[in-house]
């Protein structure tokens, strides 16, 4: 079994789509890669709460399996068993153990507005009907690429007691400290430019401060 990144070049070909483990789509499939974990979370008041944990799948037909690799599968390369070629829409759901009647109305769905080029509920605008058989699928599982928890730490990477007052000869930078930007994440190489800045000014920090007795 392998199970793809959200930054696969399959997820953004139009002739894809991405649907749960119940077999409904659940968000736009050109999601920012950064903001993409987060559906996997969105909470459904029609139950169950949370209808897209797990894995998803990302489904797509033979234009697109002809167009781009798909991990280590590159277009002309046979087809891997762990990419569910199957000759109908009913074989795949079958193979992936998602609900057929399901799977095959959220396709019918997404062909419709291929057609019409226009995605109402989650915006996409890049869209073409996925109908060439054979059908592939792709394990797709949320993931993290950094973290934003850890402990306070000031200006010069001073961790910080609960009260804001820094807690001397301690210091962090990078993912271990708290992160710098809260929720947001301004690009991608953030990660790496929290970690030399802070690890720049703590250690400039630490080289400047009074020598204290460790009695």
């Known amino acids: 079994m392998q199970a793809g990144q959200a930054g696969l070049p399959i997820r953004s070909h139009p002739a894809s789509l991405i649907v749960n483990g119940g077999g409904k789509r659940f968000l736009n499939e050109h999601t920012r890669y950064n903001d993409f974990p987060k559906a996997f979370g969105n909470f459904s008041a029609q139950g169950p709460g949370l209808p897209n944990l797990g894995a998803a799948w990302v489904i797509f037909d033979a234009t697109a399996r002809s167009q781009v690799a798909v991990l280590s599968a590159a277009p002309g390369d046979p087809d891997p068993e762990w990419l569910y070629p199957s000759a109908t829409i009913e074989e795949l759901a079958d193979r992936l153990d998602v ?49 934003t928890g850890g402990p306070r730490i000031s200006g010069y990477g001073e961790v910080l007691r609960y009260d804001g007052t820094p807690l001397p000869g301690l210091y962090a930078a990078g993912t271990v400290a708290a992160g710098v930007f809260g929720y947001l994440y301004p690009s991608g190489g953030s990660p790496i430019a929290m970690s030399m800045t802070f690890g720049f000014l703590a250690g400039q920090a630490a080289a400047t401060a009074p020598k204290r007795r460790l009695d």
């Open 99 to 147: 609900d057929f009647t399901t799977l095959a109305a959220t396709l019918a769905e997404y062909n419709h507005l291929a057609e019409r080029g226009v995605d109402p509920e989650f915006g996409r605008r890049s869209l073409e009907p996925v109908e060439s058989a054979p059908y592939y699928a792709l394990r797709l599982y949320p993931g993290m690429l950094s973290t």
